[in-house]
């Protein structure tokens, strides 16, 4: 069974950092698409960040430049490290995998149909 637990979310203020982490089990977490999502109150869920199995990387335009995703194969832990927060980041943290299979299927990284397993999320609040 697929289990995808966040953490390392909390409050900063404008321009501070926060690293968030994706522990993952219960699959081959090498060979899945990874993604990073967020989804603020009121709004819908949006793609931040996502890395495939062949290393390349998708980023949102919102946060190119600030925001960094990673993966460590050997933990079987995905990364998102964030700097010069902005209070428009404010929101739940989602990280999501999939085999795959949706890519393939036709859907982009950053789409949430792209992936079929999420976490329960991890909150970030930026203040000004």
């Known amino acids: 069974q697929v289990q995808l637990v966040e953490s390392g979310g909390g409050s900063v203020q404008t321009g501070g950092s926060l690293r968030l982490s994706c522990a993952a089990s219960?699959?081959?977490?090498?060979?899945?698409?990874l993604g990073w999502f967020r989804q603020a109150p009121g709004k819908e869920r949006e793609g931040v960040a996502a890395i495939d199995t062949d290393g390349s990387m998708s980023y949102a335009d919102s946060v190119k430049g600030r925001f960094t995703i990673s993966k460590d194969n050997a933990k079987n832990t995905l990364y998102l490290q964030m700097n010069s927060l902005k209070p428009e980041d404010t929101a739940m943290y989602y990280c999501?995998?999939?085999?795959?299979?949706?890519?393939?299927?036709?859907?982009?990284?950053?789409?949430?149909?792209?992936?079929?397993?999420w976490g329960q999320g991890t909150q970030v609040t930026v203040s000004s």
């Open positions: 999501a995998a999939d085999t795959r299979f949706r890519i393939r299927m036709g859907w982009a990284p950053l789409q949430t149909s792209a992936y079929f397993y």
């Open positions: 219960g699959y081959t977490f090498s060979q899945y698409l």
